[in-house]
């Protein structure tokens, strides 16, 4: 088979864009709003990665036991054993469920950090640090709009 130029360029444009428009569905389907009651804010965290603002959360005072979901999925992400206060303002934990998220490096703001999500719908939770008080040595701070704590 002989290929003109003209046709292997058309030919490689075609694939390229077929290839995109696919990894655009993947994109998409990664992060979907299963709650259809979230509000403006919360979206605005958990679709641009926004941040809610410090000391504003009412689970800071949170101090019972149980669980804390995804306010998108429903996922379970942390055991109420693992939070603790960390002065900062925002939800802290010592660690998450197993395979509860997945993580990024996150390069906004000059910074470099461990943005994590919800590993089941995708949606932005919090970053995590290494200047956590227990053996694990991670804090993940959470955005306190993203969870539901369900307690025992
Ligand atoms: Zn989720």
Redesign the pocket.
């Known amino acids: 088979m002989k290929f003109s130029k003209r046709k292997f360029t058309k030919l490689l444009g075609f694939s390229v864009l077929v290839l995109l428009s696919q990894f655009k569905i993947i994109l998409a389907a990664s992060k979907k709003i299963i709650n259809p009651n979230l509000s403006k804010e919360q979206k605005n965290i958990m679709f641009n990665e926004g941040t809610e603002r410090p000391f504003s959360s009412e689970l800071l005072k949170e101090k019972r036991k149980g669980f804390y979901h ?1 306010a ?2 429903g ?1 379970k992400l942390f055991a109420s054993t693992a939070k603790y206060n960390s002065g900062t303002g925002w939800p802290s934990f010592t660690e998450a469920l197993p395979g509860a998220f997945k993580t990024k490096i996150d390069y906004s703001f000059g910074m470099q950090r461990v943005e994590y999500h ?1 590993a ?2 995708g ?1 932005h939770h919090g970053h995590v640090f290494n200047d956590g008080p227990k053996e694990s040595g991670k804090r993940f701070c959470n955005n306190g709009l993203c969870l539901i704590f369900k307690p025992d």
Do not use: D
């Open positions: 995804c998108n999925c996922n919800c089941k719908c949606v």
